[in-house]
Nanobody
Framework: DVQLVESGGGPVQAGGSLRLSCAAS???????MGWFRQAPGKEREGVAR????????AYADPVKGRFTISLDNAENTLYLQMNSLNVEDTAMYYC???????????????????????WGQGTQVTVS
């Protein structure tokens, strides 16, 4: 079974930075990786996506230019560097892996982030 363990969340002041990490194990192949978030009372939303083949990335509009997703293959760790944080970024952040090609070649298919997704337990980010 795929295991994803997030870390790096916590409280931070507006304008500050955090780097989230997601250590992965137990997978044979991965097609898409990503970070999603869910704020209280809101639906879960995609933040950033990373296609394993080619390394193509994509970002949600609210985080473009502020967040960067990256992968350390040697460490099997996915990162999310978050800069210029604001209170709207407060949420539980989840790491996600697609091991069934649900997301398609560009990881844009909505099934990635739905039922066809492996999830971590989440790490809380609180911006004040």
């Amino acid at each position: 079974d795929v295991q994803l363990v997030e870390s790096g969340g916590g409280p931070v002041q507006a304008g500050g930075s955090l780097r989230l990490s997601c250590a992965a194990s137990g997978y044979t192949v991965r097609y898409c990786m990503g970070w999603f978030r869910q704020a209280p009372g809101k639906e879960r939303e995609g933040v950033a996506r990373f296609a394993a083949r080619g390394g193509r990335t994509a970002y949600a509009d609210p985080v473009k230019g502020r967040f960067t997703i990256s992968l350390d293959n040697a460490e099997n760790t996915l990162y999310l560097q978050m800069n210029s944080l604001n209170v709207e970024d407060t949420a539980m952040y989840y790491c996600a892996y697609d091991t069934q090609f649900c997301g398609g070649a560009n990881c844009a298919d909505e099934r990635f982030g739905g039922d066809c997704t492996n999830w971590g337990q989440g790490t809380q980010v609180t911006v004040s």
